[in-house]
């Protein structure tokens, strides 16, 4: 018998919201096991800097609420994987005590105990180096500087953990798991894998319902449900007028990805050059021919950020035609005036900051990459000032901000008087962090570098 494990999505991330009817209907379906995404790097790493979640806690709970009832419903696993965006240890804790104050207020059938497993993938930085130290980590593209000063440096490092780990706490037999870090496909592929699916159609099937409605012609329904079998999936949306093309399916292979046809991810990686979609009714597509290629040794991918400095930022508007015409030029003549009056008045040498200018409506999006142009009734002023401490970035937005607010294009011309959106003018962003591994850390046991731990509530 060709045994089909069917996995239900509910949105690319917690915190982003679904439609509950579409919910209900899938859960009707009755799947084998609920997954969903916690977070990942694409807001920057103030997440990973700061361990904190970029997501309202209020929301998580209101959904995390209505995804444990339908697991209740349904009596399977419900999987989260790099809780609180970042997957720290402290982001695994945070998603915990919201399980926890839900399942306080839930009445359970039989009152059975709620088990939940927590599996916690952030590294220990001393333990980091002695694995540089070894040659057991591996620089990825682009490759990023690494040095045992950069391993401490580091606030936070996060393991990216894949199916094998999530396998682990499967096998605990727990009602919940509450994973850190993980690859966005580890949550979905590891029961299809651990009940012996197609492993191709597995990882295939992980990548394009890992953000839910995503590859549907209704993305934001957040609903998807994915059907892995031995040869291939099928996969569709469950909300209303919703649909899944084949276009739309095999797009999703673009997304978050270098690679259209390859797909890395721990113990391997997923080859579609041969794949086939094929529509089945309206909204359901068809897909086979997806390979899994196993390779060694086993590795996982870390992330980590350090303090890299302080900001403070300025907005100002600029709306005479005069002035929105020749923006640029404005800009580049105040920079060189204002590095003059830093270096005189704070007495600060240019490699103490950094001063960036971004021209809304301009060019604030892709700076000099931008090759479109366009009139515009006004611009607006970015000020992005980094120093390495808040107290000189405070003090360097201070000396920007009457610039900002009358500065001539030139000297002959009356002074120009702009707008602040907002008073102060000035806003202290506080502590800026930045990526610094993009790395593979290689393990002769794919549960090393991670921690279970199982509790009944």
């Not at 797909?263 to 080859?271: F, K, M, S």
């Not at 930022?313 to 923006?327: D, E, G, N, Q």
């Amino acid at each position: 018998m060709n045994k089909i494990i069917r996995v239900l999505v509910p949105s690319g991330v917690l915190g982003l919201g679904f439609d509950p009817k579409a919910l209900a209907d899938a859960v009707a379906l009755k799947p084998d096991v609920i997954c969903i995404d916690g977070g990942s790097t694409d807001s920057g790493p103030n997440s990973l800097g700061t361990s904190t979640s970029k997501y309202s806690r209020a929301v998580c709970l209101r959904e995390w609420r209505q995804l444990m009832r339908a697991r209740a419903q349904l009596d399977v696993p419900l999987i989260i994987g790099s809780a609180g965006t970042c997957g720290t240890d402290d982001m695994v804790d945070w998603m915990f005590d919201i399980t926890r104050e839900i399942a306080a207020g839930e009445e359970r059938q039989g009152n059975r105990p709620l088990k939940v497993a927590r599996l916690y993938t952030e590294q220990d930085n001393t333990i980091v180096a002695c694995a540089f130290a070894q040659q057991r980590i591996k620089p990825l593209e682009p490759q990023l500087p690494l040095d045992a000063d950069t391993i401490d440096s580091c606030e936070h490092i996060v393991a990216l953990a894949g199916a094998e780990q999530i396998q682990a706490a499967l096998a605990t037999g727990a009602d919940i798991i509450i994973a850190g870090r993980t690859t966005d496909t580890a949550v979905v592929s590891a029961l299809p894998l651990m009940r012996r699916c197609h492993a191709g159609a597995a990882w295939h099937a992980a990548k394009i319902a890992e953000c839910g409605a995503l590859c549907s012609t209704h993305p934001t329904s957040g609903v998807i449900i994915v059907d892995i079998d031995q040869s291939g999936f099928t996969i569709y949306p469950t909300a209303a007028g919703a649909r899944c093309t084949p276009q739309s399916v095999s797009a999703h292979m673009l997304y978050e990805n270098t690679d259209p046809f390859i797909l890395y991810e721990p113990g391997g990686h997923l080859d579609v050059r041969h794949t086939h979609y094929e529509a089945q009714g309206d909204a359901q597509v068809r897909v086979t021919g997806s390979q899994w290629v196993p390779t060694s040794p086993y590795t996982l991918k870390l992330e980590g950020a350090r303090l890299v400095g302080y900001q403070t930022i300025l907005l100002a508007l600029l709306r005479h035609p005069h002035y929105v015409t020749h923006a640029k030029a404005w800009v580049n003549r105040l920079t060189g005036f204002l590095k003059r009056e830093i270096s005189v008045s704070l007495e600060l040498p240019e490699d103490r900051y950094e001063i960036e200018f971004r021209l809304i409506g301009v060019d604030a999006t892709l700076g000099k990459l931008e090759t479109r142009s366009a009139e515009g009734v006004e611009t607006g002023v970015l000020v992005i000032v980094t120093a390495s401490s808040q107290a000189e970035a405070d003090e360097i937005g201070k000396l920007i901000n009457p610039f900002l607010l009358h500065y001539p294009l030139t000297d002959e011309e009356p002074l120009p008087t702009f707008a602040f959106p907002y008073s102060p003018a000035q806003t202290s962003r506080g502590p800026l962090f930045g990526f610094c591994l993009n790395h593979v850390l290689q393990l002769d046991d794919p549960m090393s570098a991670v921690r279970l731990e199982v509790t009944t509530l």
